[in-house]
């Protein structure tokens, strides 16, 4: 069955330090709304951390959307990070533990993808990169 | 949002109040190692109690604090991680190897105590 989306979405605008912050308290905030415990809206707003900061990192700037979202009787969280950047040249390496063309730790998107229930890449070089993940509430 | 240091004796207390963007704990970080020399002091202790989530940026910069504040001849302990945001750095596989880390303040107080005695007896 395809998941219903829900039309009510929360954009945040990512092109400075501080939006990363804005970002994951909305998130958070979002989720807590939405019925998650607090220990699932932790691992949601710690997702949309590394998902803002690496918009920043590597394409200045860009956006992280929310919506609410249902499958069956399930309800959940959707959250969509898009950027204009360069896009990523190997997609299958950057979600590799320790990878990382920034000289950073490279725990970033591997740690994404750890802490949601599901992962969605899709990037274009040259066009940007929109990663899509969810998470249920159980 | 900067982070007020405290002298209290030997150690340097640093109590994280509110979220920190990046570019403060990074200010926190260059602040620490450089008071430790100027204060001679023996330990830091880091309350991070007021941190509601704990990334892989924050992480690193705290670990990569930790072992410059050692290089400075000084002990550094972590204290306060909540439950949720050890759960959620246990999940992501973000790790403190090599930090020290205690409940709260005052078991991050004794755990310097313990560590520094020699040297303050000296």
Known sequence: MKPLELATETRVRVESELDIVTARMRGRTLAIQLGFRPTSATLIATAISELARNILLYAQAGEIVFSPIERGTRKGLAVVARDEGPGIRDVTRAIEDGYSTSGRLGMGLPGVRRLMDEFHIQTRIGEGTTITVKKWNE | ?122
């Open chain 2, 1 to 122: 949002m900067e982070v007020p240091i405290l002298k209290q004796g030997p150690y340097l207390i640093a109590i994280i109040q509110s979220a920190l963007a990046d570019a403060d704990i990074v200010h926190l970080r260059d602040a620490l190692v450089e008071k430790v020399g100027r204060h001679r002091s023996l330990g830091v202790i880091i309350d991070v109690t007021a941190l509601d989530v704990m990334d892989s940026f924050a992480t690193g910069t705290l670990r990569d604090m930790a072992h410059m504040v050692r290089l400075r001849g000084a002990e550094t302990v972590i204290v306060g991680i909540q439950p949720d945001v050890a759960f959620a750095m246990v999940h992501m596989g973000l790790k403190m190897e090599g930090v020290a880390t205690a409940l709260d303040l005052e078991e991050g107080l004794a755990y310097l105590d313990q560590r520094t005695r020699a040297v303050r007896h000296r």
